[in-house]
């Protein structure tokens, strides 16, 4: 009932202004005509007058205006031919013709017109929507890391953008944060969005999904209500899924750091966690020759999976940067005495000696030009915690002739499958 409410003042609204715009023009007339009246000598040109104010109230108000106004000057011109005795309307259609012109004038400058307010409108909203982006990218960077990310990406689009109401559902922690107000829950529908990778807009709702994408693979979605562009929901997306990546890696990290990650190691089938690996970097892996090479098919290790996972796509993921296309990235596990050795082979470019400790430290990306890719500088830091906390260690060899291959060693025992 509010909204009715609302929607009817605005619409008187808009014909009280539509009639005084009119009211304004036609004035405008009329003091145009009685000055010419009074002057004489201005007479010839009165029509020119008339059709400036034609032209003004197009550019200022619109068509419809126009062509009341243009109305009103052709009948205050009829009116004043009329009492001149040597005036013949019936022989000379002046009044008819005046008006013509009168209206096409006044479409053509309306159009122009509204085509030039419409760029200078949108050209404004590109550049309001540029900086909500830039003020939404620099404040992502000042978020707290020691939190999940997503509560605070929900109040930050809520904020920025002034939405009516956002969800963002993080697809890791299985968990949908919500900012503004909703209503009804949208924890079902933004978890649709992910689940059948839902992306559209609804402008009578008001609503806009999408589904957040890191590359390829999906990490969560986007649900927003409010004034918005699919363009902007579309970088806004984007944006949270380089956040996630972000943040949720350097969260990992500092976790780790500080000792607040609970190993929970239990036997796991390394066949199918390498699987898993490989087919969570599928798209990337698409146009690549990938190896697994296992000493034991039946090979299982004491250690924490999901860990030792992100270890694994961390190295593999480095191989489809820096690999040279066309080349095989070989996976490997070994046994050596009381370690399982997990290593990832390829060929690109040599790390220089000096970088290869440094390289496992975090932000820190390698000297050479050829060894520059995007990227953040924590991956390799993480494999490294991860390899630490299991009580192990990591290095790296690379030769231009050999390849490069990155290991993790991890002291656990391995036992052959009983049952699959």
């Given amino acids: 009932m509010h909204s009715t409410l609302a929607a009817r ?3 008187g609204l808009r014909i009280l202004l539509f009639v005084l715009e009119c009211a304004l023009g036609i004035i405008a007339v009329g003091l145009a005509a009685a000055f010419t009246q009074w002057s004489r000598w201005l007479l010839p ?4 007058l008339y059709l400036l104010i034609v032209v003004a109230t197009a550019l200022l108000s619109g068509f419809w205006q126009a062509v009341i106004v243009s109305l009103s000057a052709v009948g205050v011109q009829a009116f004043l031919s009329a009492r001149q005795p040597q005036s013949n309307l019936a022989v000379y259609p002046v009044n008819t013709v005046t008006l013509v012109v009168f209206v096409l004038v006044a479409l053509t ?4 017109s509204a085509r030039v307010t419409n760029n200078a409108r949108e050209a404004e909203s590109r550049g309001g929507q540029m900086h909500d982006l830039y003020e939404f990218t620099r404040r992502t960077l000042q978020m707290n890391l020691h939190v999940e990310p997503g509560p605070q990406l929900a109040d930050l689009v809520h904020d920025i953008f002034a939405l009516e109401a956002v969800a963002v559902f993080d697809a890791d922690l299985h968990t949908v944060y919500q900012a503004g107000f909703w209503n009804a829950d949208p924890e079902e529908m933004a978890r649709n969005v992910y ?9 009578q709702s008001g609503l ?14 986007l649900v927003v209500r409010g004034e918005t562009t699919p363009l902007v929901n579309n970088a806004i997306a984007s944006l949270i899924a380089i956040t996630f990546e972000l943040t949720n890696r350097l969260l990992t990290t500092a976790r780790l750091d500080a000792g607040e990650v609970a ?9 199918s966690m390498v699987e898993e690996v490989v087919a969570s970097l599928g798209d990337r892996l698409a146009s690549m020759k990938v190896i697994i090479k296992l000493e034991e098919d039946d090979m299982v290790v004491a250690c924490d999976r999901q860990l030792m996972v992100m270890l694994l796509t961390q190295y593999v993921d480095n191989a489809c940067k820096y690999s040279i296309f066309g080349t095989a990235i070989t996976i490997r596990v070994v046994r050596s005495r009381a370690e399982v050795i997990f290593s990832v082979h390829s060929f690109g470019p040599v790390i220089p000696m000096a970088d290869r400790e440094r390289i496992f430290n975090r932000y820190y990306r390698s000297s050479t030009q050829s060894n520059r890719a995007p990227g953040t ?6 494999a490294k915690r991860v390899a630490v906390i299991h009580g192990g260690y990591v290095w790296v060899t690379s030769e231009e002739v050999e390849g490069t291959t990155f290991f993790a060693a991890i002291p656990a025992p391995i036992e052959k499958r009983k049952s699959l």
């Fill in 263 to 271: 190993l929970r190691a239990s036997p796991v089938g390394v066949a």
């Fill in 9 to 11: 003042r605005a619409r």
């Fill in 195 to 203: 689940y059948f990778e839902t992306s559209d807009d609804d402008p």
């Fill in 109 to 112: 400058v309306s159009r122009l």
């Fill in 45 to 48: 040109v009165a029509v020119l």
């Fill in 208 to 221: 806009g999904r999408r589904v957040v994408r890191l590359g390829t693979v999906p990490v969560g979605s």
């Fill in 377 to 382: 500088g924590i991956g390799l830091s993480v």
